[in-house]
């Protein structure tokens, strides 16, 4: 696995949780302080970061990026900030059918908010909802804890990481501005 060289998973196996998967077997296991087998998902300070510092910190898995990090409001990195796009998504339990938890959408800005430059990154962030953590755990900050995905999409909208990004082609075009020559 790319940038994951410290976790021990054997050869031939790939991490593609869906999203009930990161809720019931990561995330929930985390909150309620129960082992998680495999433990390969780190924590991190998300606010630390800007989207392309993941690699070899979080857990990598082709282009997308695994971690805990602690829920808060401030979504502010130090070139950039988070913005909520889409409103909470339930996920729903396949067996009970219940809402187990909630994903939320969010892009990465480069710049100060309100007015920064839109990137591809794309970050969805999980929560349990109120009832899914057991009511036996300790009384600490356990129910903060959230699990993120973090992907560079691609121009055309899917995921492949072998085509340039799209602040990657913008950057490129700003290199052939020598070559024009403006009116005096």
Same mark, same amino acid.
């Given at each position: 696995m790319a940038g994951s060289s410290n976790v021990n998973i054997p050869p031939g196996f790939r991490f593609y949780p869906t999203d009930e998967e990161l809720v019931v077997h990561f995330l929930h296991r985390k909150a309620t302080l129960l082992p998680c087998h495999p433990d390969v998902i780190p924590d991190l300070d998300l606010y630390t970061f800007d989207p392309w510092e993941l690699e070899g910190k979080a857990l990598g898995e082709g282009n997308q990026w695994y971690y805990f990090s602690r829920r808060t409001?401030?979504?502010i990195t130090n070139? #950039?900030?988070w913005k909520i796009v889409e409103t909470d998504e339930p996920i729903i #339990?396949?067996?009970?059918g219940k809402k187990i938890g909630? $994903? $939320?959408c969010l892009v990465f800005y480069i710049g100060e908010a309100p007015g920064g430059i839109k990137t591809n990154w794309i970050m969805h962030e999980y929560r349990l909802t109120q009832g899914a953590s057991s009511s036996r755990r300790p009384k600490n900050d356990y129910s $903060?804890?959230?699990?993120?995905r973090v992907y560079e999409q691609s121009c055309n909208g899917d995921n492949d990481a072998t085509e340039l990004s799209c602040l990657d082609e913008v950057f490129l075009a700003l290199d052939d501005l020598d070559e024009i020559s403006l009116p005096n």
């Open positions: 409001q401030n979504r070139n #950039g900030y #339990g396949t067996h009970s909630i $994903k $939320k $903060k804890w959230v699990v993120c």
